[in-house]
């Protein structure tokens, strides 16, 4: 039996950056047939949103694309998911900074940054929170993009 590997995602309030790549990644993995061989989840850095639905304008970018993540609830990242997931990876690097410096010494889950672990870059996704419905399309688009990356690695066997 092969064990699932754990990809958690992880952005400031787990409201706009991490639940769209939480669902589109559920959704790429689906469509290319490895939908039961990986967990994906989201979490946060900060704690003021736990609980809350992802944003309405998240929501709303998602939902144009053919993807539902309105059931979703924002959580804090926690210290047993630096073992419950393989990859922790963080939407932008102080993100990444704060993952890094919270994770347990003895866990084993690699902190990365979501766009340099997918392949599309070493560069941040940007918080759309504080923009308009052009700012969540293209935080989706780089989520998209880095899902699709995560999904080839994963094809690859390189992880």
């Known amino acids: 039996m092969t064990r699932?590997?754990?990809v958690l995602m992880v952005c400031l309030g787990n409201i706009c950056r991490s639940p769209m790549a939480e669902g589109v990644l559920l959704a790429r993995l689906q469509e290319a047939g490895l939908g039961g061989k990986v967990r994906v989840d989201s979490a946060a850095t900060g704690r003021s949103h736990i609980?809350?639905?992802p944003?309405?304008?998240?929501?709303?970018?998602?939902?144009?694309?053919?993807?539902d993540i309105a059931a979703q609830r924002a959580r804090a990242l926690q210290a047993d998911d630096f073992d419950?997931?393989?990859?922790i990876l963080c939407a932008d690097r102080t993100i990444l900074h704060d993952a890094r410096m919270r994770k347990p010494r003895t866990a084993?889950?690699?902190v990365e940054l979501l766009l340099e672990w997918s392949g599309v870059g070493r560069k941040d996704v940007p918080d759309p929170y504080y923009g308009d419905a052009r700012d969540f399309e293209k935080a989706f688009k780089l989520v998209d993009a880095a899902a699709l990356g995560v999904v080839e690695r994963i094809r690859q066997g390189r992880f």
């Not at 944003?55 to 993807?67: F, Q, S």
């Open 55 to 67: 944003d309405e304008r998240a929501i709303a970018c998602a939902k144009r694309h053919g993807i």
């Open 84 to 87: 419950a997931f393989d990859f």
């Open 4 to 6: 699932t590997l754990g």
């Open 108 to 110: 084993h889950g690699d």
């Open 51 to 53: 609980g809350h639905a």
